[in-house]
Structures are given as C-alpha cells and as structure tokens.
C-alpha cells in the first residue's frame, strides 16, 4: 500500500492534525432562514492555527458583523450571534473588539431603540486574522503554503493620516487593476467574496476580501525571495521632506506625505 502523503498546516510547517475553515465558520450565519453555509472552504492546520484560535474567530466575528456599512445579513448576526457571545463574556469581548469605546442609544422614529458602540479597533489583531485567512485562500487555490509576508490594509476603518491616505488609495488603485480580470470566487456572496492575483515571477500576489457585502480589505502577498530591506517605499521616502510629494497615475494624483 502506498504511503499516505503527509499533509502540513497551511500557515506554517509543521504536520496538519484537522482542517481549519477559511474563513472561519462562525462567520457564516444559520439562523436567518436561508442556507450560507454552501461550499465553506477548509485546509489541513495544525493545533496552533486551528484549535487554540477560536478566541481571534470570536474576536474577528465581532470586529466584522455590525460594523457600519455590512449588509443586512451582517446586521442580523450582529443582533443574534454576535450579541448573546457579548453577553456571555460579560463585556469584555466588545472590550477587546473597540479600545476607549463608548456607547450611546439611538432612537429611530417608530420609537424603537439600538445602542451603538464605537472606538479604536485592535488593528494588529486584525491584521493577524486577516493575515492567517489569507494564507489559507492561497493553500486552497494552489495547493501550498505561501512562503513569506502577508501585508494587510483594511479599508473599512479610515486613517487620519493624510500622507498613508493618498498612498493607500494609490496602492488599492495599483491592486484592483491587477486583480479586476481575475475571478471573484466565494458561494456565499452575501458573507464572503474572495479575489486572488496571479503571482509575479518572485511569488508575490494580491488579494482582496469581501465581508457582508461592504468591508473590504486588501491582502499584498510578500514573497521571501524578497528582501525588503533593499526596497523603500515611496511613502517612507515622501516623509523625509516637509514639501508635498504626490503620485501622478492614469489621470490621478495622491499626494502621500
């Protein structure tokens, strides 16, 4: 009998002990009457990149179904889902999701009444969950881990620097050109719609991903062959002078510092 090939976890090396959903399951509402739930996408994953992160699946859960601009299924899991898990953690999961949050209660014009929570997201957190998603859309579409550097820009929360501003839409410019003749897969639109790039000849790519209709955020996919240290960017270098630096590109101007 042939010997079974040995499968590793699509974050890292070692030997895959399960599957992991990418993105998580939880994600994925089933009470709303309708089935979302079609075709998830799974890969092998170790105990680390499985198991022990089901805290940054709730965690990510909260950051994303009831945000401001999801669609109505996003809302919905936010009143079901999202806020029994609150409930049940007494506070603290909200805590974690919003740092100096604060809360106030709004009332609409039928007289009925919602609070609304807002503060500073743990934007390196998200980034790790994100970044993790990521790594494993790629192991599903080409079969092997991705070796390197997955840089994350999510565009559903804004930045008050206006330097990072311009180069941001200049970079999410550069990557929905590279990406718009490509496929936008995910069965289930209304939760999760997902893009890949083809790789450059070292191995780097982009992504984008689609959450509840609205939340997008931007995967750059940093090859190890690529020593970043002998590349710097044009926003770093804009920083280094007072005078205003601009991108001109296809009719457009960012300025980045």
């Known amino acids: 009998m042939a010997n079974k090939k040995v ?6 090396d070692e030997v895959a002990t399960s599957r992991e959903h990418v993105p998580p399951k939880c994600l994925f509402p089933t ?6 739930r079609i075709g998830l996408i799974t890969v092998p994953s170790c105990d ?4 022990r992160k089901s805290d940054d699946d709730e965690f990510l859960l909260a950051s994303l179904a009831g945000i401001i601009g999801c669609n109505n299924i996003g809302m919905l899991h936010k009143f079901t889902k999202v806020d029994r898990a609150i409930r049940r953690s007494g506070g603290r999961l909200l805590g974690k999701v919003l740092k ?16 609304v929570a807002w503060g500073k997201p743990d934007l390196k957190r998200l980034h790790d969950c994100f970044s993790l998603i990521g790594k494993g ?16 820009e999510v565009l559903y929360v804004p930045t008050t620097n206006r330097g990072w501003k311009g180069y941001r839409e200049f970079a999410v410019a550069e990557m929905s050109k590279e990406l718009s003749s490509c496929k936008v897969e995910g069965e289930n639109p209304e939760v999760f719609q997902w ?25 750059a996919f940093i090859s190890s062959r690529v020593n970043m240290e002998d590349f710097e960017s044009l926003f770093d270098i804009a920083q280094k002078t007072e005078k205003p630096v601009y991108i001109q590109k296809d009719g457009k101007r960012y300025r980045i510092n």
């Open 137 to 152: 859309l790629y192991k599903h579409k080409y079969g092997k881990a991705f070796d390197g550097n997955v840089i994350c």
């Open 48 to 51: 680390v990149h499985n198991g």
């Open 7 to 12: 499968e590793t976890c699509y974050a890292c």
């Open 195 to 219: 893009v890949l790039g083809p790789e450059d000849p070292f191995g780097s790519s982009c992504a984008r991903l689609t959450f509840y209709g609205n939340l997008v955020v931007y995967l």
């Open 31 to 36: 009470e709303l009457g309708v089935n979302l």
């Open 100 to 115: 100096d949050q604060k809360i106030k209660i709004h009332e609409l014009r039928d007289g009925n009444k919602f609070s």
